[in-house]
T-cell receptor, first 109, second 110 residues
Framework: QQPVQSPQAVILREGEDAVINCSSSKALYSVHWYRQKHGEAPVFLMILLKGGEQKGHEKISASFNEKKQQSSLYLTASQLSYSGTYFCGTELGNYKLTFGKGTLLTVNP | DGGITQSPKYLFRKEGQNVTLSCEQNLNHDAMYWYRQDPGQGLRLIYYSQIVNDFQKGDIAEGYSVSREKKESFPLTVTSAQKNPTAFYLC?????????FGEGSRLTVL
């Protein structure tokens, strides 16, 4: 079952912040985040293991709430290069990685 | 250079024909995956394999088949039983969680 992402799309001006959410109805072992630019392959951003840890990657960070089976991706002071479709992937501990439908992020000057 | 190579990049086929998409990796990864991408549907898992000679069905395996005879290779066959095969297909591999994706193969059924 695909995890549910929200919002489906978001438009920002350069320098603004955004949050993308991902939720699952099943107990998760890990949550992955990827970004895909138009016409390109998805690129790995970060992985979070169960335990409520938070990770960061430059101005992009994420959290994982194990009890709620939810993860959020935080984009701070967005740049034009952040534009793309963001996917969360969830894994139950069996190598089966299932992705959500994606969130289209557009950053305008 | 290490990476994942998918071929062909573009493929056209007539209805009723089987077609095989190639996926090769030289990253020495154990796990390999096939995803299908359609507009608005995200990435949907077709098949995945953790080790050689073993693979599992994903969420939309009907009409597809795979093999994993070598660690480096994980070909996907789209059979005539797949009712709506026109899509973008992505192969990926992994060794410690992070997925590395190939550039994809776009299949169009005429």
């Amino acid at each position: 079952q695909q995890p549910v992402q929200s919002p489906q799309a978001v438009i920002l001006r350069e320098g603004e912040d955004a949050v993308i959410n991902c939720s699952s109805s099943k107990a998760l072992y890990s949550v992955h985040w990827y970004r895909q630019k138009h016409g390109e392959a998805p690129v790995f951003l970060m992985i979070l293991l169960k335990g409520g840890e938070q990770k960061g990657h430059e101005k992009i960070s994420a959290s994982f709430n194990e009890k709620k089976q939810q993860s959020s991706l935080y984009l701070t002071a967005s740049q034009l290069s952040y534009s793309g479709t963001y996917f969360c992937g969830t894994e139950l501990g069996n190598y089966k990685l299932t992705f959500g439908k994606g969130t289209l992020l557009t950053v305008n000057p | 250079d290490g990476g994942i190579t998918q071929s062909p990049k573009y493929l056209f086929r007539k209805e009723g024909q089987n077609v095989t998409l190639s996926c090769e990796q030289n990253l020495n990864h154990d796990a390999m995956y096939w995803y299908r991408q359609d507009p608005g549907q995200g990435l949907r898992l077709i098949y995945y394999s953790q080790i050689v000679n073993d693979f599992q069905k994903g969420d939309i395996a009907e009409g597809y088949s795979v093999s994993r005879e070598k660690k480096e290779s994980f070909p996907l066959t789209v059979t005539s039983a797949q009712k709506n095969p026109t899509a973008f297909y992505l192969c990926a591999s992994s060794s410690s969680g992070e997925l590395f994706f190939g550039e994809g193969s776009r299949l169009t059924v005429l």
